[in-house]
């Protein structure tokens, strides 16, 4: 009996351990005293591309057929999934379908793997668990008829408050969460700048030999050889890395000059590699030393409260291109890279100085993302001081379990229970055999004594 209490008891603690294992391990507690607009978010950039299911290339008529949805998806797994690995905000393109139903696309790619409704419950799934942490749901890049209106109605139905930009303009978490009666989860539109700026963009691969295929398909195909090498075979020391770093200042400092991009801080020698003050030493009237002046996120007369960071591999018809010869894919030229722990790397080491990093847009955040999102919470909760992160921690088994994976911690527990159990049977079968051998040898000997 003690022991079928005991096995019932481990049962009892044990269950609700792996039901609600995404509450252990996963980002410091959020400042909510600092503004929304300097808060450091990791963004999943095109995160509904999470769901597009790639074809069998060996099944296709012709290479377009992989390799186009192959350079649109630029994430892995489902909203959960990426939120899990540190996203905490979600890029998300929509418009209306034939039937006027609400549809994530990617440029002109409908994304018709998941439906909206059940993207969202994926979403308010891990917010169930992690009540304290702050969410965007990022809406832009809209179109089709009343996909806005749709939107609203969606996200009333799960209590999803929508915010204005100009509400959100110098708020603090905490001022939000006073007006959202505590939901952490916030349906925000257009309200970032989203630092896009298509002569600048850094790619993966150099372009210096392409000329339409031939540069790559032709008798001398191979890797670029007049410029850098492709990000999957490069260093974090050399280009394309130095340049995007150099890019993400720029992001950082908001300001588009209009002079090529090569102002990081106009500073013309290590943009800001050192970690020391120099960050925005710009010559200039010093919007950016304290990061309470917003000008630079005006863009045609328009404040926008968030501003992105692009820390990804910007992709083109050419880098696709390009890309397929490799037989590679978005998602692997990222894995391969280890962009997302570069990224990390430089703000462990105190490279941004004092720049407020706020949305810090990343393609597939599970390889890094978590990593990033460590150390800019980090970051975030010591004032945006010049000192080293810390290592960040890794998540426990049961963090990254998804239905298939619980519904197979389950069995294993229910296994185990039953094997305890069948001990336990097995245990108290041998004690009354035990004990009735007691009970015949004590009458043996009593019937001994007798006849004695």
């Known amino acids: 009996m003690c022991d079928l209490l005991r096995n019932s008891l481990l049962l009892i603690f044990l269950v609700p ?11 410091p507690q959020l400042d909510y005293s600092l503004s929304i607009s300097s808060v450091s978010f990791v963004m999943s950039h095109d995160a509904a591309s999470g769901y597009i299911t790639l074809p069998n290339i060996d099944y296709v008529d012709d290479d377009d057929a992989y390799y186009t949805p192959a350079y649109y998806k630029t994430q892995q797994g489902s909203f959960y999934s990426q939120l ?51 969410i965007l749901l990022i809406f832009s890049h809209l179109d089709g008829d009343d996909t806005e209106e749709l939107i609203n109605e969606s996200l009333d139905s799960y209590s999803i408050p929508v915010f204005d930009c100009d509400y959100l303009y110098d708020k603090t978490i905490h001022d939000i969460l006073s007006v959202s009666a505590g939901r952490t989860v916030w349906g925000i539109k257009d309200c970032a700048k989203s630092n896009y700026y298509e002569d600048y963009l850094v790619h993966c691969y150099d372009e210096s030999d392409f000329d339409d295929y031939g540069g790559y398909y032709g008798d001398d195909a191979g890797a ?15 280009s394309p890395f130095t340049d995007l770093f150099d890019y993400t200042i720029w992001n950082a400092n ?12 106009d500073d013309g020698d290590d943009s ?38 692009q820390g990804i591999w910007q992709g083109s018809y050419n880098q696709h291109v390009i890309g397929a010869y490799y037989g590679s ?22 490279k941004y100085g004092k720049l407020d990093l706020n949305v810090f847009a990343v393609d597939n955040v599970e390889v890094g993302g978590y990593e990033l999102a460590y150390q800019l919470r980090i970051r975030n909760n010591r004032g945006h001081e010049f000192v080293r992160g810390e290592n960040y921690k890794t998540y426990r088994v049961s963090e990254t379990l998804d239905n298939a994976g619980l519904y197979f911690v389950l069995s294993l527990i229910l296994a185990v229970s039953a094997a305890l159990l069948y001990m336990s049977s097995e245990e108290r079968k041998q004690a009354r055999e035990a004990g009735t051998s007691s009970e015949l040898r004590s009458d043996l000997l009593r019937a001994g004594s007798v006849v004695a």
């Not at 894919?329 to 105190?350: E, I, R």
């Open 84 to 134: 899990v690995y540190g996203a905490r905000a979600l890029d998300l393109r929509v418009t209306t379908d034939h039937e006027g139903d609400l549809v994530f696309k990617h440029g002109d790619w409908l994304i018709e793997e998941v439906d909206f409704d059940s993207a969202i419950k994926s979403i308010m799934r891990f917010n169930k668990h992690h009540k304290d942490e702050v």
């Open 254 to 265: 908001g300001q588009d000059d209009g002079d090529g991009g090569d102002d990081s801080n």
């Open 224 to 238: 670029a050889s007049n410029g850098h090498a492709p990000c999957t075979e490069g260093d974090f020391f050399s």
């Open 17 to 27: 351990m792996v039901l609600d294992g995404s509450k252990v391990n996963v980002l």
């Open 329 to 350: 894919t978005l998602v692997n030229d990222n894995t391969l890279s280890q962009v997302n722990s570069f990224h990390a790397q430089n703000v462990k080491a105190g």
């Open 272 to 309: 800001n590699d050192d970690g020391d003050d120099d960050s925005n030493d710009d010559g200039d009237d010093d919007s950016n030393d304290d990061g309470d002046d917003y000008g630079r996120r005006r863009v045609d007369n328009q404040n926008y409260p968030l501003n992105e960071i």
